[in-house]
């Protein structure tokens, strides 16, 4: 069985829609496990209702728009008639009608009530027009399969239930599921992170031991810099699973974090091929360590920059350590890049939920802080280290750090 991912620019409209049919008749639609994000812009238009309902706007309007967008698109792709203007109507009813009777004051659980509805939409628009044109399939829901804990918003997979669960499916079978979504135990749904579609296709792969895993994507697969951000980049034909997890790390947006290990462990195949011109062989991930290292460029933006020192002068202690890392996992900030002298310490951080200035607030009780925020982390896999003036041009640099021939900038 084979798994295809195909994310929220690949289903942005009705051509979208009717695009992503015809990659899968050139590319085949048998056994294969069909993971879609949310249309277009929906997910940021659903955190917008989520704002909305916390800070006693009007919600419902914004809900409308969404609607709309839906039913437009499906417009282009349906008669009239067609029972999925029906269950259009019937999801944007339901979110309604939870916002209307919540009780929970939880954002976190709220937001992956509400946010989730995004990819169920999209799925079963893009199921019923398989249908419609001949290429059946089975819906399925992907809260049925993938479970997690009570996590919400950052879910961690219960790896034994699911891979149980998804084990039930019929290999032989065509399927259209949800990304980025799961469900806890008392079937509340969670969802695995933003852009989190990638780990779901993975999650997939992995528990159905597929033959390979494809992520269909608006650019021609993984290069060696985002072709939005820097000039003259070129097409990674292949790399290795090490390198793609390191790219990955560092922020390379065409891949998730999280969606590598599973592959790795399985040794299954991972392709990022273009849904414009899928005829093109994109990048192969895979295990084979045998191919050219070009020099790649990652931007990571919107970082913090954390320095913290002792004021006693003590170095910087193994229990200074555990303190410090307990409260970042306590406001779920992640550590982009990390230096220490004898004294201080510093880290780049990735902060989803806003939480850096709680943290920086609890950490100065103890310590000498100071927080930087809106840096960008620059990293430079594979550089030649006879050149690098050329990345230092234009920069305020807070801090670098070079690691074999991996270069890394923290610029403000």
Not at 127 to 134: F, H, N
Not at 152 to 176: C, F, H, M
Not at 284 to 292: F, I, L, M, R
């Amino acid at each position: 069985m084979k798994v295809f991912k195909f994310g929220g620019a690949s289903v942005k409209d009705a051509d979208g829609v009717k695009n992503v049919a015809r990659v899968l008749k050139n590319q085949g639609f048998e056994q294969c496990m069909l993971i879609v994000s949310a249309i277009g812009k929906t997910t940021n238009a659903l955190e917008l209702v989520v704002e909305c309902y916390f800070t006693k706007q009007d919600y419902k309007q914004e809900t409308a728009k969404i609607k709309q967008n839906h039913i437009d698109i499906a417009k282009g792709l349906f008669p009239d008639n067609h029972a999925i203007f029906n269950e259009i109507e019937e999801f944007f009813y339901d979110i309604d009608s939870f916002l209307r009777r919540n009780k929970s004051p939880k954002y976190n659980f709220v937001y992956d009530q509400v946010v989730s509805c995004g990819e169920m939409i999209s799925s079963r628009i893009l199921s019923q027009y398989l249908v419609e044109i001949g290429l059946e399939n089975t819906w399925v829901d992907a809260r049925d399969f993938i479970k997690t804990d009570a996590s919400y918003r950052e879910g961690i997979v219960d790896w034994q239930l699911t891979e149980k669960n998804i084990k039930q499916i019929n290999p032989a079978g065509s399927y259209v599921t949800q990304g980025f979504i799961g469900s806890d135990e008392n079937n509340f749904t969670v969802t695995l992170g933003r852009e989190g579609s990638d780990y779901s296709a993975a999650i997939y792969a992995y528990c159905l031991g597929a033959q390979q895993m494809t992520i269909w994507k608006d650019v021609p697969g993984v290069m060696t810099g985002d072709p939005r951000k820097f000039e003259d980049v070129e097409l990674l034909d292949h790399i290795s699973y090490e390198e793609a997890i390191e790219m990955a790390y560092y922020g390379a947006s065409v891949i998730h974090p999280k969606t590598l290990q599973p592959l790795k462990q399985k040794l299954i195949p991972f392709f990022v091929k273009s849904f414009i011109k899928d005829e093109m062989p994109g990048t192969e991930v895979s295990a084979n360590d045998n191919y050219t290292r070009k020099e790649s460029y990652i931007l990571k933006e919107n970082q913090e920059l954390l320095t913290i020192a002792t004021r006693d002068f003590s170095f910087i202690a193994e229990d200074h350590m555990s303190y410090i890392f307990g409260a970042l996992s306590k406001y779920k900030i992640k550590v982009s890049l990390i230096q220490n002298s004898a004294i201080s310490l510093a880290l780049c951080l990735e902060d989803k939920f806003g939480n850096s200035q709680k943290l920086n607030d609890e950490l100065k009780i103890k310590f000498d802080t100071n927080l930087v925020n809106n840096v960008s982390l620059f990293t430079v896999r594979n550089a030649d280290l006879n050149q690098t003036d050329k990345f230092y041009e234009g920069k305020t640099v807070l801090m670098e750090q070079l690691a074999g021939n991996t270069l890394q900038m923290v610029t403000k």
